[in-house]
């Protein structure tokens, strides 16, 4: 009699299941929309003027302006792809170079051969090639004259005794709070002193040792089971075997961290080069860079290849290493 | 007891600089002395020649010449315009910069920390700029933002906004708007925002910098037990309430040390200034650290510059010790 207007309570069930089900798919969508969505607005964001800089690099300086306005896919893909702004940049294109050196002569004829390079020689007096080996190998040595002392340091720190160590600890942790940026010029007239501004050197003394990477490393031997050293010490090593053969290779994640972070670092940095080089042979290729736009006119297509070789590495790297990245990053806080 | 006696020497046998101890301290301190020598060189001693400096007449050329006292610091306060301009524009920069930018990290955090298809592309979008260079970011940017050659004005312009110059001139879009606005609100924008370009350095150095920021936020996420939502989730907490009562809480140290950094590094600011408006339009941008770059190096006035420098760096200490504050060890 009353089933017929009521529902069954099996029925009640199903419905209130479907509806929830509803509404339980209709928050999954909304959210994948949303996610689409924030996709969409990060890659526009972070990754569209990236990409419009590597993708301009490959072609010509019309190619890369007379293709904006409307913006189309034309804008960010090289219809007119050609290497010759590399070429410019890294110096091959300076016909006294040409003359010179065979083997750039074949290079430069091997592109206009298969059509990626006009063929033109140009007298720039340019050359990042130089530039970057300032970079490379300053960072190197920064990161392995780093490694050592900063290693040394943390060895002593976190293990060694010594009277008064906690003073000495302070000392050190208490750089952290002047930020290099502010003392620049102080540090300028410091290393002036000492006769190294306008010197390779300039680029390497003052980082060898950071109290970022001290402390950081620091940490990470405290960390290490003291019973490994015990046991070395049973065996009968000194202090210096016990650093070599028991604390190193049980920081090797640290060390590599801060190695990478330390490059990076050296790679990056603008300001104290900035003032502490003029000698356009030891340029790091920062500097190198930014100095292209002091000129009248800015010889955009090889400012664009530039920034790429700048970058490229030092993105490449990190894409190799993210999950590294990230954990380190976090413990450390390092940066600079 | 016989066959410990060669090891251990009695102290009041041999003198302290014979013994074994002090040989295993001298040994022990060569492993520092390098890292050390590196802090007193180039930091420490920097700050005494700046001090130095700042009280002496100073110049390249000829050294320290005759001592002036105070002046310097003096003239800074009292009788330096472009400084009090450059400490504005600075404030500026730092006010503008730092809530915008931990702001963004938490949202970029908080969405990144998701497990989702895709995600860790996202977060290595977000990260790329942080390894790219200030030099080349600023390039990049100052291209992108360019009146005529820009790829942010050929956008608006494909969908029919007119073009501005968004570095050097304010967008007469923009003025418009701004002109609209009610009496009250309008002066408060035109004092927040003298103008266009310094907003422009805020906005291109919080996508620089937004990712550093959201790295931290994200491990201090992880650091959070899932048990506490479900614990939520089961008294019957939405999304804003577990938000508010346990992700805020929970992830206050990550969040203050994101804004303490944030502050030191923006009172840092250099590159985008140097590369892209050289302090201009006006004064607008000349923030501190350029002014010292400027008065030190093209200006040929060291003493000045170090007094600037020691300025900033009390401010800049200031906040050091309020970050030491704010981060100090809870005890529980």
Not at chain 1, 105 to 112: L, Q
Not at chain 1, 185 to 194: A, D, G, I, S
Not at chain 1, 233 to 253: C, E, K, R
Request: glycine share 6%; with cysteine.
């Amino acid at each position: 009699m009353t089933t017929a207007t009521q529902k069954s309570i099996v029925q009640v069930d199903l419905e209130r299941a479907a509806r929830d089900r509803r509404i339980r798919l209709f928050n999954k969508s909304l959210d994948a929309v949303l996610t689409v969505v924030v996709y969409a607005v990060i890659t526009f964001v972070f990754f569209t003027p990236m990409l419009w800089a590597l993708t301009s690099s490959f072609r010509t300086v019309e190619g890369v302006f007379n293709n904006l306005v409307p913006v189309s896919w034309k804008t960010f893909w090289p219809t007119d792809f050609r290497v010759s702004n590399y070429l410019d940049a890294l110096g091959l294109t300076s016909s006294q170079y040409l003359q010179v050196t065979p083997w750039a002569r074949a290079f430069v004829a091997f592109w206009t051969k298969i059509g990626l390079h006009n063929g033109l020689e140009v007298n720039l007096g340019y050359n990042l090639g130089n530039n970057l080996w300032i970079s490379l190998s300053s960072g190197v040595a920064v990161v392995l004259l780093s490694l050592i002392f900063n290693t040394s340091a943390a060895y002593f720190f976190g293990r060694l005794k010594f009277p008064g160590k906690s003073y000495i600890l302070t000392y050190v942790l208490a750089t952290m709070m002047v930020p290099q940026q502010i003392i620049m010029v102080p540090l300028f007239l410091v290393v002036k002193e000492l006769g190294f501004i306008n010197t390779w050197w300039a680029l390497v003394l003052p980082w060898y040792a950071s109290p970022f990477v001290t402390f950081g490393l620091t940490q990470f031997i405290s960390d290490i089971p003291y019973e490994l050293d015990e046991a070395a010490i049973m065996d009968g090593a000194n202090l210096l075997q016990i650093l070599f053969y028991v604390i190193v290779p049980m920081s090797v994640p640290g060390l590599v961290t801060m190695g990478l972070l330390e490059f990076q670092f050296i790679w990056n940095e603008f300001f104290w080069p900035l003032v502490a080089t003029q000698n356009p042979k030891i340029l790091p290729v920062q500097v190198a860079i930014a100095s292209q736009f002091g000129q009248w006119s800015i010889p955009w297509g090889r400012v664009f290849a530039s920034i790429c070789l700048a970058s490229v590495p030092v993105i490449v790297i990190f894409l190799a290493l993210q999950n590294f990245y990230y954990e380190n990053i976090a413990l450390t806080g390092l940066k600079g | 007891m016989a066959t410990t006696a060669p090891v251990l020497q009695a102290h009041h046998d041999v003198p302290w600089w014979q013994r074994n101890q002090t040989k295993i301290y001298f040994f022990s301190l060569l492993f520092v002395l390098p890292a050390l020598i590196n802090f007193t060189v180039f930091r420490y001693i920097p700050i005494i020649y700046a001090l130095r400096a700042s009280f002496w007449q100073y110049s390249l050329v000829r050294g320290f010449t005759e001592m002036i006292g105070f002046d310097n610091y003096v003239r800074a306060v009292t009788n330096d315009p472009i400084f009090w301009d450059a400490l504005r524009a600075t404030t500026l920069y730092v006010i503008g910069k730092v809530p915008l930018q931990a702001g963004l990290a938490l949202a970029l955090a908080l969405f990144t920390n998701q497990q989702k298809p895709f995600m860790g592309l996202a977060r290595g979008l977000i990260f790329v700029p942080v390894v790219t260079s200030y030099v080349v970011v600023s390039i990049v940017w100052g291209l992108v933002l360019n009146e005529d050659l820009g790829l942010l004005n050929s956008i608006l312009r494909t969908i029919g906004i007119p073009a501005g110059d968004y570095l050097t001139n304010p967008n007469p879009i923009f003025v418009n708007y701004v002109n609209k606005l009610p009496e009250g609100i309008r002066h408060v924008v035109e004092f927040i925002l003298p103008n266009q370009t310094l907003a422009t350095i805020i906005g291109l150095s919080i996508w620089k910098d937004v990712g550093y920021s959201t790295i931290i936020l994200v491990a201090g996420l992880k650091g959070i037990p899932d048990v506490y939502y479900e614990a939520a989730i089961v008294d019957g907490a939405n999304g804003w309430q577990r938000f508010v009562n346990i992700t805020i809480p929970l992830l206050r140290r990550p969040l203050l040390f994101v804004i303490v950094t944030t502050t030191l590094f923006a009172f840092q600011v250099f590159v985008p200034v140097y590369q892209l408006t050289k302090g201009g339009p006006g004064r607008s941008t000349m923030v501190l650290v350029y002014y010292i770059y400027r008065q030190g190096f093209n200006m040929a006035e060291m003493g000045y510059a170090s007094a600037l420098s020691i300025i900033l760096l009390l401010i800049v200490l200031c906040i050091s010790v309020l970050q030491m504050y704010l981060l100090r060890p809870e005890d529980d």
